[in-house]
């Protein structure tokens, strides 16, 4: 009832002013045409200063006075578009693992609670063209948060707990990046201006991410984080004279590194073929329209006019497009674009926007026609003066921070433009005539020679978008990743390549007669993980299916037992516990991935091996052969020559997880009669994980055969 | 005491002896407020740093507003002031308010009709839906499409815009401070005589913006529902962009009542930050604002969400990936603990030191962010602390739903350590400084806290608040307000077939304008 009451009094007072409201209007009111508006002040604003040290590092400092904080910001040379095309997001993963990794002597972790408790940030940061370090601190802090800065800058650990962190981070996004239909929208639109491959329009897949590893974030750091490539800029509450004596005390003495190849015209461009192109997802009603094409890049002479056009065609308020499209049609909320540019490669010539899913021809047709219009109607006086008043009294928010201005000259040092480019900018916008810009709009806007995507729900667009021309599809699904792909290709059956190759395999290891008479083994093993002190581990294997591994910690021997009833782990102050049974089967499939067994029944027809294609590994060229049937599928690489195994491949359960596991097999040695691998190099999805080195193998051991039973439970103190 | 607490305390010394810089007394200095006659606030803060200043218009009236069956009214009016006034957008303006009239009395005529639960004549509904759009064609006449937009970018208004949100309705732009009375002319007379033309293009702007960010956009789906779920009574379970059939019928009538209701003076705040000397200003401002009529105060009695005492849950079968969402019940802003739930929050999540980053990203490895938080959907009004996780592939809500529950526990059970508390307070003080920097954001924070506690004053205020808070505090609250009978879950789940948009849309004839 409450709520009526509110209403009704709402009614009776909307009433009343509705009455009141014109009496006490002034009856003649101004016209904003007849408001004064006086010269702006000469504003100059105050440029950074620029130093050059000899070892090539530019270095910029700007004081700033008005509050009690030291800022600096970095631009270091090389980026994401320089990495290979098989780690894409290479530089994702560095740029986030450069500060969680942590330094030489200080982990991530150690940084986050020194920087946190002074309120200070030090992050790092990677984009197409460059990777950056930056730092906020509150002017006090400066010289603690400085040794950290110069610390990461210098000494990066890239520790590979982070490294797992980071990757799945980039798993989760790759999973997710079908979800949202802005984000499809723009990354598909971006691959058909530039083309699938161009490193500006690539993303990181399973694979990709998955293929980058702790060295690789390590060679990144040491070809490209040199002071020659460096441009620090530096804003705040400090003296410049004081501020510049730090920084040459820090870096003077930093060698320079080499030099860096010029890469400007080495990205190739290949925009899609004009036409329609449409990406079908059922739960949208609006479909997002991008119709795109190869942009320029600034220092094209053409950029100047190019900004007016843009102003003017598909700016703000004003422009025709959304005067056309939203104010008079009421099609779109957004719906805006222009003829993109940037400073190192081509921007994207794009027009966007997004309409009910029932009105997504209409819309297409009524851009066509607002681009057609350019050449019945060209933009006018009115409007060209109307555009460029815009950009030009709207020029001052260009310079009104200090920090703003700093960005600036930083953006121009790293591209080389000059460092009074701006001025220059304002100078050119002023001089662009009608006529000029109309000249790019005919120039580089031509409605058939865009590709036009839309992501929308197809059953209920108003016509087919066939109607306007062929249509292409785009298929988003998400390549799996690596070892889920190797499920539906893996083979089930034996071919005779594959039993040949593995007979090979048995005999080069010692021969069937000799590997069927294993019926146990003893071996202990040195197990390193990538951090932390070698693991001395004793392990006993009856086959098929028992196991019994002893671990020695610093706090006491851990125990595994696995037998065909269950599997156990016992430690001294933990007790003993049951392992559920995914560990449990995943410790069956290590047993049954093991060479001696799999080799024990190269003739059994419960196992099948297929031989495949050639894979190089090293410089071995080898053969592949997929094993499955009794055992879970593992793919062996075998050198023909030697028969031996080089590599395998399989899938694995971590306490984090499915995993892709390759395992590098070498240093083979004889043993009473088999020879066998001494080193096993494992890696889990692409990453370096630990290093197995064989000590000492027996064969039938004599065994306990309480050994996999029960272990008893152990007292223990807890550490 | 540890090294790095003991480093921290000394950091605080040195922090306190900076921030005399940044008090209120050095802002007392640079700080004008009036109250003019009709009940209006004028907030000027001189930043002299570039010929540039900035403004904020606060309405303290958001879509908790709308009135029953016209949700996402307060929003279509944000809209419509973009629309111009009676001298700006317009050829006629006694012609074209002629020619409006028609279009109100013929739209009330078709949705008469359209709305007949019996008796509708379908003959009859076409012909009053031409006859509407008919009168739209001819008010169409007298417009200067965007002029008032267009205005403000030729004079070189940046970043311009404008939000609605549950609580309050803003406006926001920066000019080169030679137009600081053109400015004032134009956001007065805005408010002055603001005309709804072209309404009925601008609601099915309005209708896409709702396709965009909440029919098309499974978190914006998981939000509406969640809302809706999480508030059985109070007007915080409606949506602020509206229900689609309350788009699809409100009227320039309705739009033209919600604004004389709410924007009243006395409900409006006007901040102006930058380059700007009182002396000169202030008469200026007093002279264009001072025009607004005044009138009394809307009646705000609504309905008290009532307590909630069984958990409630929102599942949506989505093609999306999982994320977990959920709130708990808390008193509004003015509440004494609001200080205890910003040190609640900062300790769950901010930044890679935050309770929830360490458990569930570093450690558990089961989510790629986590956090915690306050104020949705709002603040005004008593609102919810709510905590979401996105899993990691292979991860379930559930697991992240407990792992946010273990640190929950963490809260209610232990103490946090000295060196968190320090951690927070610290950080509090660093982050004020921060907002600081900008004229944008120091004219929304003095407009915000201005309405919100009649006193810009209380923004500095925020880290004495923040320092008095204490492990007891926290340990109390989280007690309190973090128990299973007061908590609304919202999830996403992965379904192939989930999230289908049909044909939703009304009826043909409901469509509006096309």
Known sequence: MKMKRTMLVALVLAAAVMLTCLPQSPAQAVSWQQIPIPPLPVFKPQQPKRIELPNGMVIFLQEDHELPLIDGTTRIRGGSHHEPASKVGLVDLYSEVWRTGGTKTQTGDQLDDFLEVHAAKVETGGGPDSTSINWSCLKGDFDDVFKVFVDLLQNPEFRPDKIEIAQKGMYDAISRRNDQVGEIAQREAIKLAYGADNPYARVPEYATAAAVTRQDLIDWHGTYVHPNNIILGVSGDFDATAMEAKLRAAFDSWPKGPTLPQDKDEVQYHPAPPGYYVISKEDVNQSTIHMVGLGIRRDNPDYYAVSVFNEAFGGGFSSRLFNDIRTKRGLAYNVGGGIGANFGHPGILQIEMGTKSQSTVEAVQAVDEDIENLAKNPITEEEIKHAKDAILNAFIFRLDSPDKILAERITYEFYGYPADWLDKYEAEIKKVAAADANRVGMKYLHRDQLATLVVGNTKEFDKPLSSLGPVKEIDITIPPPPGEQGQEAKPTASNPEGKALAEKVAAAMGGLPKLQSVKSLHANVTESEAQGPPTPLDVTIAFPDRMHVKVQTPNGDLTIVLSPDAAYMSMPGMGLRSLPPAQKNEMLDELHHDLIYIAQHVNDPAFTFSAGGNEKVGDVQTTTLDIGGAVPWVRWYVDPQSGRILREDYKGLGQSGPFHGETDLSDWRAVDGLTLPFLHKNKQNGQETSTSEFKQVQFNPPIDPKLFEKPAEKAGTTP | ?514
């Not at chain 2, 007392?28 to 004028?42: D, Y």
């Open chain 2, 1 to 514: 005491m540890t090294h790095r607490a003991l480093k921290a305390a000394a950091f605080l010394l040195l922090l306190s002896a900076l921030a005399v810089a940044q008090d209120v007394a050095s802002f007392e200095k640079r700080i004008t407020v009036k109250k003019l006659p009709n009940g209006l606030t004028i907030l000027i803060c001189q930043r002299p740093e570039a010929p540039v200043f900035s403004f904020f218009t606060l309405v303290d009236a958001g879509s908790t507003q709308d009135p029953m069956g016209k949700t996402g009214l307060a929003h279509m009016f944000e809209h419509m002031a973009f629309k111009g006034t009676d001298k700006i957008g317009t050829t006629n303006y006694v012609a074209e308010n002629a020619a409006l009239a028609k279009v109100e009395a013929a739209y009330a005529a078709y949705i008469r009709e359209r709305d007949k639960q019996v008796g509708r004549d379908e003959r009859k509904l076409k012909q009053l839906e031409k006859a509407w759009k008919d009168a739209i064609a001819e008010a169409d006449k007298y417009v200067k499409p965007n002029e008032f937009g267009k205005l403000i970018e030729q004079n070189g208004g940046e970043d311009m815009n404008a939000f609605t949100n549950y609580d309050e309705t803003a406006y926001h732009y920066s000019l080169p401070e030679n137009r600081l009375e053109l400015w004032a002319y134009l956001e007065s007379e805005r408010f002055l005589h603001p005309v709804m033309r072209e309404f009925y293009k601008e609601r099915n702007v309005v209708i896409e913006e709702r396709r965009l960010r909440t029919d098309s956009n499974p978190i914006g789906r998981l939000l509406e529902q969640f809302d809706a779920a999480a508030f059985e009574a109070h007007p915080y379970h409606r949506p602020t962009v509206g229900w689609m059939s309350d788009l699809n019928s409100f009227s320039a009538t309705d739009a033209q009542k919600f604004f004389d209701t709410y924007y009243v003076p006395s409900n409006m705040v006007v901040a102006v930050a930058g380059d700007v000397k009182p002396a000169k200003a202030l008469p200026l401002l007093e002279k264009y604002f001072g025009r607004l009529p005044t009138h009394l105060q809307p009646d705000e009695t609504a309905t008290d969400e009532p307590p909630q005492n069984s958990e409630r849950r929102v599942v949506l079968k989505e093609r999306a990936q999982p994320l977990y969402l959920e709130g708990y019940h808390r008193p509004d802003y003015k509440a004494k603990d609001d200080a205890v739930y910003d040190a609640i929050t900062d300790l769950m999540s901010e930044g890679r030191t935050s309770r929830l980053y360490r458990s569930l990203v570093r450690d558990k490895k089961i989510a790629s962010f986590s956090a915690g938080f306050s104020g949705l959907p709002g603040i005004k009004y008593p609102h919810l602390f709510a905590f979401y996780a996105f899993p990691l592939p292979g991860h379930t809500t559930q697991e992240v739903a407990d792992a946010i529950h273990a640190e929950i526990d963490r809260l209610k059970k232990e103490d946090i350590t000295d060196d968190e508390l320090k951690m927070i307070k610290t950080r509090a003080k660093a982050n004020l400084i921060r907002g600081l920097a900008d004229n944008h954001g120091l004219a929304t924070q003095l407009a915000t806290y201005q309405t919100r506690y009649g006193d810009w004053r209380e923004l500095f205020r925020t880290v004495d608040r923040i320092d008095k808070v204490t492990k007891a505090d926290i340990r109390r609250v989280s007690n309190e307000i973090f128990v299973d009978t007061n908590r609304t879950v919202g999830v996403i789940e992965t379904s192939p077939g989930g999230g289908k948009q049909s044909a939703t849309e009304p009826p043909a004839g409901q469509g509006g304008a096309q």
